[in-house]
């Protein structure tokens, strides 16, 4: 179920959660920036694309967004993609060149609807600039999020995400142990080359995203995060740099769980 609530009052949070069996629940968000010219970041998963929209509309008209930014483009970022493109002809999608070239293998995007962007460039829309940024962790290589100079927020993809057993609206109402435990299963599972970088380097990513001092961090799949949450986020993530790796469940397990679903011994 797709639903939705204000995360500041110029930013709502579109989310649902989807249950990892045996580990717990992961949010799912998109976030409706509204302004002078409304921003849609991201589109929800594939499999609930027919609750998105229904629950965008709640939240904004899709013929008033002038834009669409995808942090990058797995199922789950994606689900919308078209209908929204195909509903809002005026609707531009700012991507990088690698995001264009994916998206493309299912349906081609129309190019003159694009807005290529790399981390470090910036672009104004309406009363507020977004400074594309590469976050600290990612899984896959087209990731960019943002910084948004209007709110302070820090749009920060995949990054930051945590395992939870349930989520609240702000990562706040969490307990220390659950975020960072939730923070680093999840950092392990979706970043898995985290532990082969070097400490130094990585510590560096980290103090980029502490010297930004976002007033608040909204994460793809963390619950928003007020600023005051930084370091306790940052902590997590070098954490789970030297934690031990993630391994899933192998053929084996997947047979015994296959069986207790039948009732066979």
Same mark, same amino acid.
């Given at each position: 179920m797709v639903t939705s609530y204000p995360a500041a009052p110029d930013i709502d949070v579109l989310t649902s959660d989807f249950p990892i069996p045996g580990f717990g629940v992961v949010p799912i968000?998109?976030?409706v920036i509204k302004g002078k010219e409304p921003v849609l970041v991201d589109t929800g998963a594939v499999v609930q694309s027919g609750e998105f929209m229904p629950t965008l509309r709640s939240v904004i008209d899709p013929a008033d967004l002038k834009w669409l930014w995808i942090t990058h483009t797995d199922f789950d970022h994606m689900?919308?993609?078209?209908?929204l493109l195909a509903e809002n002809p005026k609707l531009r999608v700012i991507t990088s060149f690698l995001g264009v070239g994916i998206m493309s293998l299912a349906a081609p995007l129309p190019m003159?609807?694009?807005y290529l962007l790399?981390?470090?460039e910036r672009i104004t829309v309406g009363d507020r600039t977004?400074?594309?940024?590469?976050?600290? %962790? @990612? /899984?896959?290589?087209?990731?960019?999020?943002?910084y948004d100079d209007k709110s302070g927020a820090f749009f920060s993809s995949d990054c930051f995400g945590a395992l939870l057993s349930s989520v609240p609206h702000s990562a706040a109402d969490l307990s220390d142990g659950d975020l960072r435990d939730g923070q680093v299963f999840w950092a392990t599972l979706d970043a898995p080359w985290l532990h082969k970088v070097d400490a130094a %380097? @990585? /510590?560096?990513?980290?103090d980029g995203i502490r010297k930004m001092s976002p007033t608040m961090i909204l994460s793809s799949h963390l619950?928003?995060?007020p600023g005051r949450m930084t370091d306790r986020l940052l902590a997590s993530l070098a954490t789970a740099r030297t934690a031990a790796p993630f391994v899933g469940p192998n053929q084996a397990a997947l047979e015994q769980m296959l069986g207790q679903m039948t009732g066979d011994k």
């Open positions: 968000n998109s976030f689900g919308s993609l078209h209908q003159d609807r694009v790399n981390p470090g977004l400074t594309a940024v590469r976050p600290p %962790a @990612f /899984d896959n290589p087209s990731t960019t999020g943002f %380097a @990585f /510590d560096r990513e980290l619950p928003p995060a």
